[in-house]
C-alpha cells in the first residue's frame, strides 16, 4: 500500500513539473499562476504547495530538472574528447527543453532573480565544454580563448532566440556552417575538421 501511494505521490509531483515546464516555457514564470499549471496536469491545486511549498519552489523544480538534462546532453560521454563542440550547442539549441530557458533569459538577467543561479550554472557549464575544444596555440594574437568560449555560447543562444521567434527566416544548418567557416579562418574550435566543415556546409 506504502508503494503505491509513494508511486501517485511520484507521479503528481512528474505531471506537475511536465505541467509548469510548458507553461514557463509558453508564458513565462510570472504569468503563469498555479491554477494555470493545475489544471494543465489535472491534479488539485493543493497538490502543489504539499509537494513544492510554493510557486517559487514549483520553479526550482522545473528548472534543476531541466539543467541537468541539458546538461547530460551537452556533456555526454565523448563530448569533451571527440566531435565538433558546435555540433553539441546546435544540438542544444534544437531541444525542446531549451525552449524554457530562452523564455525565462530576460527573468533570469534581474538581481535577486530565483532563476539566475540554475542559468549561471548552465552557461558556466556550456562555456567550459566549448572552451576544452579551443586550442590556444591556433587563434590569432590577441585572440582570448575564454572570451572565445563566451562569444559562441552567447552567439548559440542568440541564435536559438531568432530561431524560436521566427524559425522560417533562420536555418539553423546554414547558420551553423557559416560560424564554422567562420571560425575555421579564425583557427578556432572547427578548423581541426575541414572535411566535416566542408560536408556539413553542403548540406
Do not use: C
Amino acid at each position: 500500500m506504502a508503494t503505491l501511494r509513494t508511486e501517485r505521490t511520484q507521479e503528481s509531483r512528474r505531471l506537475l513539473i511536465s505541467a509548469a515546464a510548458e507553461l514557463f516555457a509558453q508564458k513565462g514564470y510570472r504569468q503563469t499562476s498555479i491554477v494555470d499549471v493545475a489544471e494543465r496536469a489535472g491534479i488539485s491545486r493543493g497538490s502543489i504547495p504539499w509537494h513544492f511549498g510554493n510557486k517559487l519552489g514549483l520553479l526550482e523544480a522545473v528548472v534543476d530538472g531541466r539543467v541537468d538534462a541539458l546538461l547530460t546532453e551537452v556533456t555526454a560521454p565523448g563530448a569533451a574528447t571527440g566531435g565538433d563542440p558546435l555540433d553539441r550547442l546546435t544540438e542544444f539549441v534544437r531541444l525542446p527543453a531549451t525552449r524554457l530557458f530562452i523564455t525565462l533569459l530576460a527573468e533570469a538577467v534581474e538581481v535577486g532573480s530565483p532563476v539566475r543561479r540554475h542559468f549561471a550554472r548552465l552557461h558556466d557549464a556550456l562555456r567550459r565544454q566549448v572552451r576544452a575544444h579551443i586550442p590556444d596555440r591556433t587563434l590569432p594574437h590577441g585572440a582570448d580563448p575564454d572570451a572565445l568560449a563566451v562569444l559562441l555560447v552567447g552567439t548559440v543562444i542568440g541564435i536559438h532566440a531568432q530561431w524560436r521567434v521566427d524559425p522560417d527566416a533562420v536555418d539553423l544548418d546554414t547558420v551553423g556552417g557559416t560560424v564554422r567557416a567562420l571560425l575555421a579562418g579564425l583557427g578556432g574550435p572547427s578548423s581541426t575538421h575541414p572535411s566535416d566543415t566542408a560536408s556539413r556546409g553542403a548540406r
